[in-house]
């Protein structure tokens, strides 16, 4: 079975800044994929960025990036230039390819954008 | 956009009660899922359904069950609500099994 590791329940940055999120995983197998998920207060999930297990090419959505190691199983989401609406819950996912896309979830970091 | 609705925001139920959650998905999508949320857990997945009156067991499925009868909407049965049920209960849908869960925005269920 899987799992996924979030090691850091809070963080706190400040506006404009830059702040790095971590998660390792643990799976035998070779071809996956790898998602960042933010839950606002509003409480829906939204998917932030999307990483597929046989690309080398690390993810980028805007002020979002992944420093994806697969060879250490670890999965970072990168925020630049953090706005106060970056603020959220954070949930790092693994999916096995062809499993009825089932998530296996972190259980989350909080971050708090401060001005 | 992908719209997956939940049809409780928040819903307060006695023990023993029998409990149905409703989630409808408007965009013909294959696979639905049912997750809990509890702080300090993160997301765990109840049952998912892949087809129509197909439905698999996930990592907690103890205390419920659930129901596919038509594509577009998937149930979550608690048969004898608990007190340890209380939580925020989320759904999700995906096209196929390479693409991503879209969610629906919760519900904050309390068994009292």
């Known amino acids: 079975a899987q799992t996924v590791t979030q090691s850091q329940p809070e963080m706190s940055v400040q506006e404009a800044e830059t702040v790095t999120l971590s998660c390792t995983y643990d799976t035998s197998e070779n071809n996956y994929y790898l998602f960042w998920y933010k839950q606002p207060p509003s409480r829906q999930m939204i998917l932030v960025i999307r990483?597929?297990?046989?690309?080398?090419q690390n993810a980028t959505e805007n002020r979002f990036s992944v420093n994806f190691q697969k060879a250490a199983k670890s999965f970072s989401l990168k925020i630049s230039d953090s706005q106060l609406g970056d603020t959220a819950m954070y949930f790092c996912a693994f999916m096995n390819t062809g499993t009825a896309s089932k998530l296996t979830f972190g259980t989350g970091t909080r971050l708090q954008v401060t001005l | 956009d992908v719209k997956v609705t939940q049809s409780s925001r928040y819903l307060v139920k006695r023990t023993g009660e029998k409990v149905f959650l409703e989630c409808v998905q408007d965009?013909?999508?294959?696979?639905m899922f049912w997750y809990r949320q509890d702080p300090g857990l993160g997301l765990r997945l109840i049952y998912f359904?892949?087809?129509?009156?197909?439905?698999e067991k996930g990592d907690i499925p103890e205390g419920y069950s659930v129901s596919r009868e038509k594509k577009e909407r998937f149930s979550l049965i608690l048969e004898s609500a608990s007190t340890n049920q209380t939580s925020m209960y989320l759904c999700a849908s995906s096209w196929d099994s390479n693409q991503p869960q879209h969610f629906g925005d919760g519900t904050r269920l309390s068994i009292l």
């Open positions: 359904s892949y087809d129509v009156k197909m439905k």
């Open positions: 990483q597929e297990a046989y690309k080398q």
């Open positions: 965009m013909d999508h294959e696979n």
